[in-house]
């Protein structure tokens, strides 16, 4: 597996520290984009939490996420949690190290009560005597946040850093990507008030649990005020894939005010499907986003949901132009983007995909809308490192493709594959198509084939506007 290294350095280690009056929760940050540009250590808030309790309890979630690998789960993750300020709220997320659950606390404005939350992203140390300390926190203990240093602190510190290198896996980059694609096309299909929530979350398997337990749940389906278990997909019904993987939300249970489960769109016919399970807080939302296969070595990066707008040659430049007029917004407004851009509302919508390949984007299930953030990763890195994208390329490259109507052939070392455009789909012969029907993104076969297409549709428009051109100049 193809991997880069990230090297986290703080000013000191992230911890609670105790005063008579209370404590401070500080939260050390290690390089960050902000309005400003770059900085080392970024500075987003500095005042109290309303709900110190509830806050420690969702940043811990966060964290117990980005510790585990629910597959190989001998192998710990190191991944230190990523912290949006958007203005208006602070989000901290996570991945899991398996890249099969992508975790959010979203802190929004009535959880905080101190100075204007900043805008930009950076990770935060978490460190073991960190989590110890937060869970010590009571429900009445004052309790100051900072994200980030003062400058005073920043400019005055001449002793050695604390730092972190660790590995980002190119499946853990390609994460960020392929869970807005997969969220945007999340409704929300059941609502659970504080104890149905409760009750129905405590009676899932934990990690440990036998493999049949684990597997017992695949849909769930709204039965009055709570969920009932189905053995298979039905309209309403909501994928549940490895079911332990939401014992996380353990942690904040008690605080829990409402659920919140958002999937697809499900008929009698569907295969499995990814779904959000988002659990109300005060002033505060956890959400859980697990990717679709009960089997927990397929990760959010294996979906393909990026590659068609990776294949389209005009979302390169599109993308440059949308990202000038992202500002951290809590919610991006696409029709807006589109009036600004002058692009298409679907051209805007390959834009943010190709954005989000670089962790510059991401999908926020409760308002159904993306939001911005800047993460230390270089854009095209994804691209060049997806293999189907890779080997598509090469079959353009290779001559390999035939169109034909609707129909086009593709040869792979002798062997003929043929792929279909159909109500405004593309199928395919090949095995990849016939085990997953589209469910985790084009093959390899049908990439090339739209890249084919859509350059020779790039030709003909360009041939019309020189016919036009020529014709204007001979009148």
Request: proline content about 6%; glycine content about 10%.
């Amino acid at each position: 597996m193809t991997q880069a290294s990230q090297t986290y350095a703080y000013l000191r280690p992230s911890a609670v520290h105790r005063t008579a009056g209370g404590g401070t929760l500080s939260l050390q940050t290690s390089g960050g984009a902000t309005p400003a540009g770059q900085k080392t250590h970024p500075r987003f808030f500095h005042g109290f939490l309303a709900r110190p309790q509830v806050a420690a309890a969702g940043l811990l979630c966060v964290a117990d996420v980005a510790a585990v690998r629910y597959y190989q789960p001998q192998r710990p993750a190191l991944i230190d949690p990523v912290v949006t300020g958007n203005g208006d709220r602070l989000r901290f997320e996570s991945f899991s190290g398996c890249c099969g659950v992508y975790a959010r606390l979203d802190m929004l404005g009535d959880a905080l009560d101190g100075d204007d939350i900043g805008h930009g992203t950076t990770n935060v140390d978490v460190n073991n005597p960190l989590r110890e300390a937060l869970t010590r926190v009571g429900p009445t203990d004052p309790l100051l946040l900072e994200v980030g240093p003062d400058e005073l602190a920043v400019t005055t510190f001449d002793g050695p850093v604390v730092e972190k290198k660790v590995p980002l896996p190119d499946r853990w980059l390609r994460g960020f990507a392929e869970t807005q694609v997969v969220a945007s096309g999340f409704d929300l299909r059941a609502e659970l008030s504080a104890v149905e929530a409760v009750r129905f979350l405590r009676s899932l398997p934990r990690p440990g649990a036998s493999r049949g337990a684990s597997r017992g749940t695949r849909w769930v389906v709204p039965a009055g005020r709570s969920l009932r278990a189905s053995a298979r997909p039905v309209p309403g019904a909501v994928c549940l894939p490895g079911p332990e993987r939401l014992s996380a939300l353990t942690r904040v249970l008690r605080h829990a005010t409402g659920l919140r489960i958002h999937g697809p769109a499900v008929t009698a016919g569907s295969s499995l499907a990814a779904s959000a399970w988002e659990v109300r807080l005060p002033g505060m939302r956890l959400t859980l986003t697990l990717t679709l296969a009960p089997d927990t070595s397929r990760g959010f990066s294996g979906e393909g949901g990026v590659l068609d707008a990776l294949a389209a040659e005009e979302s390169a430049e599109d993308a440059e132009l949308v990202s000038v007029l992202l500002a951290w917004d809590p919610a991006v407004d696409i029709a807006d983007l589109a009036a600004q851009s002058g692009l298409t509302p679907r051209r805007v919508r390959a834009a943010l995909t190709r954005l989000g390949t670089a962790g510059r984007i991401g999908y926020d299930v409760a308002e159904a809308a993306h939001f911005h953030r800047e993460l230390p990763y270089d854009t095209g890195r994804a691209e060049r490192h997806n293999p189907r994208l890779r080997a598509a390329h090469a079959l353009v490259e290779a001559d390999a493709v035939r169109l034909d109507g609707e129909l086009a052939t593709v040869t792979v070392d002798g062997h003929v594959h043929r792929v279909r455009l159909s109500e405004g789909r593309l199928t395919c012969t090949c095995r990849w198509w016939a085990e997953y029907r589209g469910g985790r993104g084009p093959c390899k076969h049908a990439l090339a084939v739209r890249i084919v297409r859509r350059a020779g549709s790039h030709r003909m428009t360009a041939a019309a506007q020189n016919t036009t051109a020529t014709s204007a100049r001979a009148t």
